[in-house]
Structure formats: structure tokens, C-alpha cells
């Protein structure tokens, strides 16, 4: 499985990026908003020389305003995944992409029906939000099974990425799914390495050697 952050901090991105760890970013205006004096094509442009993919988010509502901001993200580097939102409009983005060999992520995906017509369409990667569904009380995980059951029978090349991660246990419940890809905020993405047996078998496995050292 694949693993991107979600941010458009540039240290965060760096520090996972050290770990050799990381296979893309997944960012967006509002986002970028969020970090001081950040401009958003400077910071996807810098993201990209860490990394294969970085999903930037197009604001326009209409085909020809989503068309035209495709064409100059995709212009940015090779690395800028076009991201478009699930509604007819972004159906016709996706196609008009896919037909200029531009990769392209549909984001806020909800329902197997939509992760079904943004794949007919040519999307590289469709993002399911699971965080949003588990706060009206669903389980947002069940629509990752739904997707990769649907998946499992047909030759769709569009690659699942479990958006709107929560907690460790959304990744790992993509990961048992068989999901391409997770997005992952910055503060789970800390925890992934993490286990307290290990921090206590590294701590034992000191106090041992200080020991031998004594002798």
C-alpha cells in the first residue's frame, strides 16, 4: 500500500520524506491557507521534487474552469496529480485528463455508485472520505470493502486512496482491504512507527548492554 500525507506543511512533508518512507502528498487551497505565507503552487511545486505524486485541488466549479486549471497544474511538473471533485462536471475533467495522458484523483467520493463513474472516466485515483462517513455514525471503512469488492471483478486501473484518515486503525484496515493507497495527516502518520512492546524492549535491551559494559 501506498502511503501520502496529507498537508501542505513543507517540514512535514521533508521529515516523513527523511524516513524513505513516503510515496506522495495530498493537498489542497484550504490547506495551504492554513500555513503562513505559503503560496499553493510554489508548495506543491517544492512537494513534488520529494515525491511522485502530489494531488493538488482545482477550485473551479464548471468543466471549462476545472479544464483550464488542469492544464496549467499539469504544466507546474510531472509530478502534480490534477484533483477533482466527484460531481458531473469533474466526470467530464476526468475524461478531458484521462484523454491527455494527465493523472488525476476524484476526491470526495461517498458511494461505490461514484467510485464506479469516476473510474469509467479515467481517474488515476479515486479518494473515499472514511472520517466523514464514521461522523454521521456509519462505518467508513465498509465502503472501502464495498469498493474493492466491486473492484475485484472488474479491471478498473483507478487505484483506491482512503481519504479523511482518523486514526491507525484506518490504515490498517486499508491495508487488510487491499487499498492503493492511504492519506494520512501528519500526527497519525508519527504513530504509525510506534509500539510501546518496542519501547520497552529497546529501553531492556540498554539497561542489558550498560550492564555488560559494567563488567
Not at 493507497?181 to 531492556?204: A, C, R, V
Request: aromatic content about 8%; overall charge negative.
Amino acid at each position: 500500500m501506498k502511503l501520502f500525507i496529507d498537508t501542505a506543511n513543507m517540514a512535514q512533508v521533508e521529515e516523513i520524506a527523511s524516513w524513505g518512507v513516503l510515496d506522495g502528498v495530498t493537498t489542497n487551497p484550504s490547506l495551504v491557507a492554513k500555513e503562513e505565507g505559503a503560496n499553493f503552487k510554489d508548495t506543491v511545486i517544492a512537494m513534488c521534487g520529494l515525491v511522485n505524486e502530489v494531488s493538488a485541488q482545482v477550485t473551479g466549479v464548471t468543466f471549462e474552469e476545472m479544464k483550464v486549471q488542469a492544464d496549467e497544474y499539469s504544466s507546474w511538473h510531472k509530478n502534480v496529480v490534477v484533483k477533482v471533485p466527484m460531481t458531473v462536471e469533474g466526470l467530464k475533467t476526468l475524461n478531458y485528463c484521462s484523454a491527455k495522458g494527465m493523472k488525476t484523483n476524484t476526491t470526495l467520493v461517498f458511494s461505490v455508485s461514484q467510485a464506479i463513474m469516476a473510474a469509467k472516466s479515467g481517474a488515476t485515483m479515486i479518494s473515499p472520505f472514511v472520517g466523514r462517513l464514521d461522523d454521521l455514525g456509519m462505518d467508513g471503512m465498509d465502503l472501502i470493502a464495498d469498493i474493492m469488492e466491486a473492484w475485484s471483478h472488474y479491471k478498473f486501473d483507478t487505484q483506491v486512496l482512503v481519504a479523511s484518515v482518523r486514526n491507525l486503525e484506518h490504515v490498517t484496515r486499508a491495508a487488510k482491504l487491499g487499498a492503493h493507497i492511504s492519506t494520512i495527516p501528519y500526527k497519525i502518520f508519527t504513530e504509525l512507527p510506534q509500539h510501546d512492546l518496542t519501547d520497552k524492549g529497546l529501553k531492556k535491551f540498554m539497561e542489558d548492554w550498560e550492564t555488560v559494559q559494567g563488567k
